[in-house]
């Protein structure tokens, strides 16, 4: 019986090490000693999700979530605001620009019209891209899902971190939910494909 334990335990151990050492060696590798939820340990009270029509519900969370952005140093815009942005000339010259903090698969899928990918969970894979960008740009609009999502949330923090200044940033709370609900156009694969259609 003793054999039989000591035998799993040299399994467990074997396996953990050639764990690490593959995600050590793969280049979609999580990097472990880093913070991939930047201020995620700040408390905060949740609130409900409002059902449709309940004005003072979906009043009270877009008020916590601007409050708790607030908090943090970044600011929260809504569909409108996320719209004239769009529309602003600016965003022509890369002088206004959209970040989508989604992953890759969802990216591909359909994005705000040139915006740049930030995966924060891979910031190394697209650092090298937006740091430029934002440096650049009198303004950043930074989206994820929208709702609940804290995706455009963490990846605004971390481009923060990185240096960006947070004056510049705004996290847009509908996020491409909303922006393909108001039937506003998208695009596909890359950025720039001209790969445009509308939800």
């Known amino acids: 019986m003793k054999s039989v334990l000591l035998e799993a335990l040299l399994v467990a151990v074997c396996g953990a090490v050639l764990a690490f050492a593959a995600n050590a060696i793969s280049p979609r590798g999580l990097r472990l000693g880093r913070d991939y939820f930047p201020g995620a340990m700040q408390p905060r009270t949740t609130q409900p999700i409002a059902s449709p029509g309940d004005t003072n519900s ?12 607030k908090e943090k140093g970044l ?31 969802h990216y591909q899928q359909g994005h705000i019209p040139g915006a740049f990918q930030f995966d924060h969970y891979h910031a190394e894979n697209y650092l090298g891209a937006v740091l430029p960008a934002c440096q650049a740009a009198q303004q950043i609009v930074v989206y994820c899902t929208g709702g609940d999502c804290e995706d455009s949330e963490f990846a ?12 510049k940033l705004a996290v847009y709370g509908g996020g491409i939910t909303e922006w393909m609900k108001e039937g506003k156009m998208i695009e596909k694969g890359a950025r720039n494909s001209g790969q445009l259609s509308k939800p």
């Open 58 to 69: 979906a009043s009270a969370q877009w008020t916590a979530l601007a409050n708790r952005l």
């Open 75 to 105: 600011r929260l815009i809504d569909g409108a605001e996320a719209a004239k942005l769009f529309a602003d000339p600016r965003r022509g010259q890369d002088l206004v620009i959209f970040i989508d903090a989604r992953n890759e698969e």
């Open 156 to 167: 605004a923090l971390m481009l923060g971190e990185a240096g960006v200044p947070k004056d």
